[in-house]
């Protein structure tokens, strides 16, 4: 599987870089991510819910990094969830803003079969990461994520409220109309 999405944030590349470095902030907006516990200065472990209230584990090394421009990391040993990805931080033409452009790719556990279940259940992975990056600009820029009284308990809420892809009304639905 193989991911992208960007997003704008108005804050200075330089404070953006320095939140994504310290790995311990990742949880805060990563909906998936329970837990990083830095292991060395390049090091660190994950933990990750998954479907079926499982949750996954994996060691990851930063690879290359670049302060204020990049990071680019891959699991080590015998990963749960073999992954690997760059994060690049580019200043707005705004002047102020920083673009951020994430690329990964993971083996997702159970192949395409694997897949298929997650999306069942609502784990749609393009829109996860779009999520992430949505919930990271509003770390940054508003000091929390923003939760309306729909959803006040974050993490929670993705079991009382799961997501899906959007996609076209069946042919019944259409035949219903818009009232049914």
Same mark, same amino acid.
């Given at each position: 599987?193989?991911?992208?999405?960007?997003?704008?944030?108005?804050? &200075?590349?330089?404070? =953006? $870089?320095?939140?994504?470095?310290? *790995?311990?902030?990742?949880?805060? $907006?990563?909906?998936? =991510?329970?837990?990083?516990?830095?292991?060395?200065?390049?090091?660190?472990?994950? %933990?990750?819910?998954? &479907?079926?209230?499982?949750? /996954?584990?994996? +060691?990851?090394?930063?690879? +290359?990094?670049?302060?204020?421009?990049?990071?680019?990391?891959?699991?080590?040993?015998?990963?749960?969830? #073999?992954?690997?990805?760059? =994060?690049? $931080?580019?200043?707005? #033409?705004?002047?102020?803003?920083?673009?951020?452009? /994430?690329?990964?790719?993971?083996?997702?556990?159970?192949?395409?079969?694997?897949? @298929? =279940?997650?999306?069942? $259940?609502?784990?749609?992975?393009?829109?996860?990461?779009?999520? +992430? *990056?949505?919930? *990271?600009?509003?770390?940054?820029?508003?000091?929390? %994520? %923003?939760?309306? +009284?729909?959803? #006040?308990?974050?993490?929670?809420?993705?079991?009382?409220?799961?997501?899906?892809?959007?996609?076209?009304?069946?042919?019944?639905?259409?035949?219903?109309?818009?009232? @049914?």
């Amino acid at each position: 599987m193989e991911l992208t999405a960007s997003t704008t944030i108005r804050k &200075p590349v330089s404070e =953006v $870089f320095a939140f994504w470095r310290d *790995l311990e902030n990742l949880p805060t $907006f990563m909906a998936h =991510v329970e837990d990083i516990r830095p292991t060395g200065d390049r090091t660190s472990h994950w %933990v990750a819910s998954a &479907p079926f209230g499982q949750n /996954v584990e994996w +060691d990851a090394e930063i690879t +290359d990094e670049l302060p204020s421009e990049k990071i680019a990391w891959r699991s080590t040993g015998d990963a749960d969830v #073999p992954n690997a990805g760059t =994060v690049r $931080f580019v200043q707005a #033409p705004d002047g102020v803003s920083t673009e951020i452009h /994430v690329g990964m790719v993971y083996e997702i556990p159970g192949g395409a079969i694997g897949k @298929a =279940v997650a999306q069942y $259940f609502g784990e749609e992975p393009h829109q996860q990461l779009d999520d +992430d *990056l949505r919930r *990271l600009k509003q770390v940054l820029e508003t000091g929390e %994520v %923003v939760r309306s +009284d729909g959803a #006040p308990w974050g993490k929670r809420a993705r079991e009382e409220f799961p997501q899906r892809p959007a996609q076209p009304l069946s042919d019944a639905e259409l035949e219903k109309g818009a009232d @049914a």
